[in-house]
């Protein structure tokens, strides 16, 4: 199949609404893959299948990134074939997506900063690793997005009879003929370096990875790559083996102020940043100064525990943390907030720590809480006002938003529910009617009971509320919490019919809340 602006054309979400029950969300919410082996007969794939068919696609698999136990995303691969995704390819995948995830956790703090789904869509996409499937002649089937710009080529190119061998130095063609006659005899290739060759005629070291794409009959129809140009990796290495005084000057001129402490607890070696950062000379320091002695004093539990795992690092490095945060005092006797990293030298007794200046950080951080806690007085006056827009058009209903709130915080509490999810509700109740501006004032006041048309006008108020509050750009889930509020455990509410375990737990007590004060209000 083809990408064709497939990506930026579909709408996927990670809640309980249809956009939210296809593989992303079901691998994300199950912690397991996914496979859609038919795209035209898979149920789930309903909202995205006329798309997908258009583009060619068949069969999908939807593989869960994880880090560090966390689910922080979902790699998802396409297909021409149907059923093109066995238990082999799925465990090769899951491999694939644990690197991509340590890749995606070293940008995690970026991403807190970021202000839209497709800024970090955007920024996955730089992650350097290319994926190639090619047929059996080795001609390329497919090519994922990292590849133009690994390579050079327009993606059209890679589909008009590009050759794997045509990208790769023309010395490995044995060396990649070899690893897929292991393949097809059923062997296991371990990852190898290469080199290839961009349009330009440019080549570039990578390191690649191997496996076998086989069809319904196990039989192999093709193979998958996973390359990872290492450009700059070599060129690290390269540097690392210059001579000392070449070492020296790049450790002595890095960005981050940096040390070399020796076993006694010595600085034996310092760069020009952690002279700007101490306001010492590199000649008060060196061979003089312990490290601790830039620490603020304020700070004696934490220099206790680092000496403790300053200790325990020469035994075992992997048994003690590498980062700390604390505040360093300069010659002035300012105090900055600092990350310290540090670590063991290979082959000494020595530790290499950098130490990262957050002062400024922390201060964005502050701004951050405060601009949060600005948001939520800004969200609380809206509600009100909504509130008493809602009320002045119903009197039958006066008040009765703010009473359903005061219920249902009690509920919540008595539940012991955490507090960020008593506030969405609380917030949610306030305004859970709010899709009542809507509906036509005479409904709203008429004494005698409804007719089956006016009901009807009245049950659309929840997804009318829900599509007003989504537009928000609020951290808690108030407009689902709104959608359901109507919705009953045994499926017999509306406006989608959901049952118990679809059903938020905030939704619930504000159903409940909402039934109670009903039952508790005088009817004139």
């Known amino acids: 199949g083809f990408e064709h602006n497939y990506l930026s054309n579909i709408k996927i979400k990670y809640d309980k609404t249809k956009y939210g029950m296809g593989p992303t969300g079901i691998c994300i919410r199950t912690r397991k893959p996914f496979v859609a082996k038919d795209i035209e007969k898979t149920p789930d794939f309903e909202p995205w299948r006329e798309a997908a068919l258009k583009r060619g696609y068949h069969s999908s698999v939807a593989i869960p990134l994880k880090f560090k136990g966390k689910i922080i995303g979902a790699l998802n691969i396409y297909s021409e074939r149907k059923d093109a995704f066995d238990q082999q390819e799925i465990k090769f995948l899951k491999e694939v997506a644990g690197d991509i995830a340590v890749g995606i956790s070293r940008l995690e703090s970026e991403e807190k900063f970021l202000k839209s789904e497709k800024k970090f869509t955007d920024l996955v996409s730089q992650l350097p690793v290319t994926i190639f499937e090619i047929d059996l002649e080795g001609n390329i089937t497919f090519a994922n997005k990292q590849a133009i710009y690994d390579f050079g080529y327009k993606m059209e190119d890679f589909y008009k009879g590009l050759n794997v061998f045509n990208i790769t130095e023309p010395k490995e063609h044995q060396k990649v003929k070899n690893c897929i006659k292991k393949l097809q005899k059923g062997k296991n290739i371990n990852p190898l370096e290469c080199i290839y060759i961009r349009k330009n005629g440019s080549s570039f070291p990578a390191i690649i990875s191997l496996n076998s794409i086989r069809d319904k009959n196990k039989n192999i129809i093709g193979f998958r790559e996973i390359l990872v140009n290492i450009s700059k990796e070599k060129k690290l290495l390269e540097k690392l083996s210059e001579s000392e005084k070449k ?48 620490v603020a004093k304020e700070d004696i539990e934490n220099i206790e525990k680092m000496m403790k795992h300053y200790k325990l690092r020469r035994i075992s490095s992997n048994k003690v943390p590498i980062s700390y945060n604390l505040r360093l005092i300069n010659r002035n006797n300012e105090i900055k907030d600092i990350n310290l990293t540090i670590s063991m030298i290979p082959g000494t007794k020595k530790s290499v720590a950098s130490f990262l200046d957050i002062t400024n950080h922390l201060e964005t951080s502050k701004k951050l809480v405060q601009s949060y806690d600005k948001l939520k007085k800004t969200l609380g006056a809206t509600i009100e006002m909504v509130e008493a827009i809602i009320e002045t058009r119903d009197f039958y209903t006066y008040g009765h938003q703010k009473r ?92 989608r019919r959901l049952e118990d375990k679809d059903i938020l737990i905030e939704s619930k007590i504000l159903a409940v809340a909402d039934t109670i004060e009903a039952l508790s209000l005088i009817h004139i």
């Not at 070696?269 to 830039?294: A, C, D, H, P, Q």
């Not at 005061?406 to 509700?425: C, G």
């Not at 005698?448 to 989504?470: W, Y």
């Open 247 to 294: 070492y020296q000057a790049i450790f002595k001129n890095t960005g981050t102020a940096t040390i070399i402490i020796g076993e006694d607890k010595k600085i034996s070696l310092v760069n020009s940043m952690f002279e700007r950062l101490t306001g010492y000379k590199r000649s008060e320091i060196e061979n003089k100064k312990e490290w601790t002695e830039f």
């Open 404 to 495: 359903v709130a005061k219920i249902a915080d009690a509920i919540a509490h008595e539940m012991e529910l955490p507090e960020e999810r008593i506030e969405a509700l609380k917030l949610a109740a306030s305004i859970h009617d709010l899709g009542k501006i809507n509906t036509p004032a005479e409904i709203l006041s008429k004494p005698d009971k409804l007719t089956d048309a006016e009901f009807s006008i009245i049950k659309r108020h929840p997804e009318i509320g829900f599509d007003i509050i989504k537009k928000l750009d609020y951290p808690l889930p108030i407009a689902d919490i709104i959608l359901q509020h109507h919705e009953r455990i045994n499926g017999s509410g509306y406006p």
